[in-house]
Antibody
Framework: QVQLQESGPGLVKPSQTLSLTCAVS??????????WSWIRQPAGKGLEWIGR???????SYNPSLRSRVTISMDTSTNQFSLELSSVTAADTAVYYC???????????????????WGQGILVTVSS | IQMTQSPSSLSASVGDRVTITCRAS??????LNWYQQTPGKAPKLLIY???RLERGVPSRFSGSGSVTAFTLTINSLQPEDIATYYC?????????FGQGTNLEIK
């Protein structure tokens, strides 16, 4: 069974960098079978896809955050990380890491869906 | 791509059939996922590919639609179905979600 667990500071000061780590068990982040992603959710609001990576590929980021986001992987520990720079109160949210799986479509291409999620970690941006 | 769900909130009785609609601002073929989120928990995948039921999800959940219009149907609503439901397009990056539909029991 795949499990993901987010960790990191729950409080970050404005203008600083938010850094989170997602520890993965039950599946290798080095595998090309899956993408590994970050998604966030401000309190009482909807979900925002932040970005993702797959082994040996360049990460993809949401254009709305691209200038501030970096996603990286550490295959030695089977963990991947999120860095979000120059944070403001608008970045206060629950941050989730997730696995994206692919399934072939009958008509070509692949369905892409997040089938395993971490429990989420609340990060508050405040001085 | 903007995803718009309706209604934003919904109240129904146990045993009712419930339908939630999701519309995409441009064609997404059948690259549409549905998630269920209960308070304080991570979203849970229900449906992918517009109509494909994720393993372990009760068969009272079903999805349909294509191109720009999609529906999630819950047949015979159960108390444990109380949650917020989100659609998500996986047609093109960045993947985007609907604003959510909050389902309550009457």
């Amino acid at each position: 069974q795949v499990q993901l667990q987010e960790s990191g500071p729950g409080l970050v000061k404005p203008s600083q960098t938010l850094s989170l780590t997602c520890a993965v068990s039950g599946g290798s982040i080095s595998s090309a079978n899956w993408f590994w992603s970050w998604i966030r959710q401000p309190a009482g609001k909807g979900l925002e896809w932040i970005g993702r990576f797959r082994s040996s590929q360049t990460p993809s980021y949401n254009p709305s955050l691209r200038s501030r986001v970096t996603i990286s992987m550490d295959t030695s520990t089977n963990q991947f990380s999120l860095e979000l720079s120059s944070v403001t109160a608008a970045d206060t949210a629950v941050y989730y890491c997730a696995r994206e799986s692919l399934e072939a479509r009958d008509n070509g291409g692949y369905y892409d869906f997040s089938d395993f999620w971490g429990q989420g970690i609340l990060v508050t941006v405040s001085s | 791509i903007q995803m718009t769900q309706s209604p934003s909130s919904l109240s129904a009785s146990v045993g009712d059939r419930v339908t939630i609609t999701c519309r995409a601002s441009q064609r997404i073929d059948d690259y549409l996922n549905w998630y269920q989120q209960t308070p304080g928990k991570a979203p849970k995948l229900l449906i992918y590919g517009a109509s494909r039921l994720e393993r372990g999800v009760p068969s009272r959940f079903s999805g349909s639609g294509s191109v720009t219009a999609f529906t999630l149907t819950i047949n015979s609503l159960q108390p444990e179905d109380i949650a917020t439901y989100y659609c998500q397009q996986s047609y093109t990056l960045p993947y985007t979600f609907g604003q959510g539909t909050n389902l309550e029991i009457k």
